[in-house]
């Protein structure tokens, strides 16, 4: 149980072009999501908080006009990196917390590489 | 503010032996623990989890001492072996668990050298 997914897996792309990525709770109803963003060899560093029907609360720090992120439905959440370019190349991970039961563990998925060219 | 330390960094282990990381944190209001394994290139994935109104908590190898005094936690890991190898992040959440997000720690590589 709990499993969530993510698509694309990887994923390449010319600088200035726009990525979308999406991650799924498959076995469960997610309020809230959380987008995640890791660079080789440090940790995982919090980008913003996503809830359903609701705007998303980004980290100091993070453009959110450059990382648009959609939660439309309690499975589904989506996060667009927009006018990409090489610096935003980067290990990018979401996560889930269930609506019921252990709200507050946050279950991983299983990432996206983003190599911008 | 929201910050979390974590020792060691790097950690080589004899297969057999145990392996001690810990953590500290500064937010007095965390109430949940949890310890992430990741292996290269792959997601992370929960170990084990300790909230605040417990002192210890134990699955088979792996163990979690919280010290809510000193600010600090530790995940300990008995007769390591190979499959151990990974990298270990501590995490918690600030403010009491209001938004469920969590502040992870820089994260401890562990070589388990059989």
């Known amino acids: 149980g709990a499993v969530v997914s993510q698509h694309p897996s990887w994923v390449i792309c010319k600088s200035g072009t726009s990525v979308k990525i999406e991650c799924r709770s498959l076995?469960?109803?997610?309020?809230?999501m959380f987008w995640y963003r890791q660079f080789p060899k440090q940790s995982l560093m919090l980008m913003a908080t996503s809830n359903e029907g609701s705007k998303a609360t980004y980290e100091q720090g993070v453009e959110k006009d450059k990382f648009l992120i959609n939660h439309a439905s309690l499975t589904l959440s989506t996060l667009t990196v927009t006018s990409a370019h090489p610096e935003d190349s980067s290990f990018y991970i979401c996560?889930?917390?269930?609506?019921?039961?252990?709200?507050?563990?946050?279950?991983f998925g299983p990432g996206t590489r983003l190599l911008v060219l | 503010g929201e910050n979390v330390e974590q020792h060691p960094s790097t950690l080589s282990v004899q297969e057999g032996d145990s392996a001690v990381i810990k953590c500290t944190y500064s937010d007095s209001a965390s109430n949940y623990f949890p310890w992430y394994k990741q292996e290269l290139g792959k997601r992370p994935q929960l170990i084990i989890d300790i909230r605040s109104n417990v002192g210890e908590k134990k699955d088979q190898r792996i163990a979690v001492t919280l010290n809510k005094t000193a600010k600090h936690f530790s995940l300990h890991i008995t007769e390591t072996q190979p499959e151990d190898s990974a990298v270990y992040f501590c995490?918690?959440?600030?403010?009491?668990?209001?938004?469920?997000?969590?502040?992870f720690g820089t994260g401890t590589l562990l070589a388990v050298q059989p």
């Open positions: 076995d469960f109803q997610a309020t809230t």
């Open positions: 996560s889930a917390t269930p609506t019921s039961g252990r709200r507050e563990t946050q279950y």
């Open positions: 995490a918690e959440t600030p403010n009491g668990g209001a938004t469920n997000k969590l502040i």
